[in-house]
């Protein structure tokens, strides 16, 4: 109900709450699940949404999608945090669901924010409703729910994952929000090309974080004398505080992929020089280690490489710059420095290769679970820790994804 404060508040929300999405025409992003004909879009139009989970990056429409869905489907709408809420919290929605759909026959749709955090018994207070279908969960995370949520909820919910908003699709949020009355339009804002396309890259498909940083911008830059508030490139660098990258794109691709070779290539200066290259141009360091990752598998095919990579993105997570480079530095020269191999890379081609052609490829019958011919397997701890036994089907039990090295 609106009072005497209700367009003040309305005023100050955030640029990113008032420019929420509030139908599906104007929601970027996501189109892998939310394109013409696709699962998820076909759902919200046959108001058929079952319970769900959304997981993935911040700021990609995990809780603006939820909203639409319940403004879509004419269902009610309710919301916790798994942080702040307890049982007593889901007991009161239970409550009120209950009431909601006895007196108007609508479903309730419980939108739970950061779901991964909910405790097992947070989790089973909830599933009788969800059986009965009075209440449709839609949970919210940044992390996988396979292993982060508990089985119960998890098997109950159809999952969904949300992508980074692509570049072109933060720029037309960025537009919008400049353009439109509820907006910035009052503030006349006028920004180059430099600095649209720094705030869609830089935000890390992030909408929210480039909107906050567009307001910013127009909020504390000043006008000229004819009211236009300018925004460049350095005053949105400055207000998503991060470095803007000084290089071009080609260029920027071309240091990047000769960090990529000089990995390969065991040059550990050629890797750090360029490495340091993209951090001082103003690159993500996380990105890097990220790189770093892949080619210890890719490109070393070694424990002990891997494990010092993942540790550098986790120092870097966790401590930051300056810190962080010298876990990261540490982590470019194990890779460098260990022997080359490709075998994971035409071990997993292979497989995914053999996985696609046969998969109905009948396994041996003493591998299966408890059946009278499982009797047959052979323990291979009861032979000294192996023993000859056939393991692929019939059909590829001559492949070798991974032969020992030849002595």
């Given at each position: 109900?609106d009072?005497?404060?209700t367009?003040l508040?309305?005023?100050?929300?955030?640029l990113?709450?008032?420019?929420?999405?509030?139908?599906?025409?104007?929601?970027?992003?996501?189109?892998?699940?939310?394109?013409q004909?696709?699962?998820l879009?076909?759902?919200?139009?046959?108001?058929?949404?079952?319970s769900c989970?959304?997981?993935?990056?911040p700021?990609?429409?995990?809780t603006?999608?939820a909203r639409?869905?319940a403004?879509?489907t004419?269902?009610?709408f309710?919301?916790?945090?798994?942080?702040?809420?307890?049982?007593?919290?889901?007991?009161?929605?239970?409550?009120e669901?209950?009431?909601?759909?006895?007196?108007?026959?609508?479903?309730t749709y419980?939108?739970?924010?950061?779901?991964h955090?909910?405790?097992k018994?947070?989790?089973?207070s909830?599933?009788?409703?969800?059986?009965?279908?009075?209440?449709?969960?839609?949970?919210?995370?940044?992390?996988?729910p396979?292993?982060?949520?508990t089985?119960?909820i998890v098997?109950?919910c159809?999952l969904?994952e949300?992508?980074k908003?692509?570049?072109?699709d933060?720029k037309?949020?960025?537009?919008?929000?400049?353009?439109?009355e509820?907006?910035l339009k009052?503030?006349k804002?006028v920004?180059?090309?430099?600095a649209?396309?720094?705030?869609?890259?830089?935000?890390?498909?992030?909408?929210?974080?480039?909107?906050?940083?567009?307001?910013?911008?127009?909020?504390?830059?000043?006008?000229?004398?004819?009211?236009?508030t300018?925004?460049?490139?350095?005053?949105?660098?400055?207000?998503?505080q991060?470095?803007?990258l000084?290089?071009?794109?080609?260029v920027?691709y071309?240091?990047l992929?000769?960090?990529c070779k000089?990995l390969?290539?065991?040059?550990?200066?050629a890797?750090?020089?360029?490495?340091?290259r993209?951090?001082e141009a103003?690159?993500?360091?996380?990105?890097l280690?990220?790189?770093?990752?892949?080619?210890?598998?890719?490109?070393c095919?070694?424990a002990?490489?891997?494990?010092?990579?993942?540790n550098a993105?986790?120092?870097?997570?966790n401590?930051?710059?300056?810190?962080?480079n010298?876990?990261?530095?540490?982590?470019?020269?194990?890779?460098c420095?260990?022997p080359?191999?490709?075998?994971?890379?035409?071990a997993?081609?292979?497989?995914?290769?053999?996985?696609?052609?046969?998969?109905?490829d009948?396994?041996p019958?003493?591998l299966k679970n408890?059946t009278?011919?499982s009797?047959?397997y052979?323990?291979?701890?009861?032979?000294?820790?192996?023993?000859?036994?056939?393991?692929l089907p019939?059909?590829?039990?001559?492949?070798?994804?991974?032969?020992?090295?030849?002595?």
């Amino acid at each position: 109900m609106d009072n005497l404060f209700t367009n003040l508040y309305n005023d100050r929300k955030p640029l990113a709450e008032r420019m929420r999405p509030t139908n599906l025409d104007d929601f970027v992003g996501q189109q892998h699940i939310l394109g013409q004909g696709k699962l998820l879009r076909r759902l919200i139009q046959a108001k058929k949404v079952p319970s769900c989970i959304f997981y993935g990056p911040p700021g990609t429409g995990k809780t603006t999608l939820a909203r639409i869905i319940a403004e879509t489907t004419g269902g009610n709408f309710a919301m916790l945090n798994a942080v702040s809420s307890g049982v007593a919290d889901v007991k009161a929605v239970i409550e009120e669901a209950e009431k909601t759909f006895e007196m108007f026959g609508k479903k309730t749709y419980l939108l739970l924010d950061e779901c991964h955090r909910w405790s097992k018994a947070q989790s089973d207070s909830l599933l009788a409703v969800l059986e009965s279908g009075q209440i449709i969960l839609i949970g919210s995370t940044t992390e996988s729910p396979n292993y982060s949520m508990t089985r119960a909820i998890v098997s109950r919910c159809t999952l969904f994952e949300f992508k980074k908003i692509g570049a072109e699709d933060v720029k037309n949020a960025l537009r919008r929000a400049i353009a439109a009355e509820n907006g910035l339009k009052d503030y006349k804002v006028v920004i180059d090309d430099d600095a649209l396309t720094y705030f869609a890259t830089a935000c890390g498909g992030d909408v929210r974080s480039a909107l906050n940083g567009l307001e910013i911008g127009a909020l504390t830059t000043a006008p000229d004398k004819d009211g236009r508030t300018f925004i460049t490139r350095e005053i949105a660098a400055e207000c998503l505080q991060k470095k803007a990258l000084s290089l071009n794109e080609d260029v920027y691709y071309h240091i990047l992929s000769a960090f990529c070779k000089s990995l390969r290539g065991s040059d550990a200066t050629a890797a750090l020089y360029y490495a340091n290259r993209l951090i001082e141009a103003g690159c993500e360091p996380q990105l890097l280690a990220r790189r770093t990752i892949a080619h210890a598998s890719e490109d070393c095919c070694s424990a002990r490489a891997l494990n010092t990579a993942c540790n550098a993105l986790f120092a870097l997570n966790n401590l930051g710059m300056p810190e962080g480079n010298l876990a990261l530095t540490q982590a470019i020269i194990e890779v460098c420095e260990a022997p080359k191999t490709n075998r994971v890379v035409v071990a997993m081609n292979m497989a995914i290769d053999d996985a696609r052609n046969h998969p109905d490829d009948n396994i041996p019958d003493y591998l299966k679970n408890h059946t009278e011919a499982s009797k047959n397997y052979k323990y291979p701890h009861d032979y000294g820790g192996w023993v000859e036994q056939q393991y692929l089907p019939d059909s590829l039990k001559d492949r070798d994804y991974f032969p020992k090295d030849k002595k």
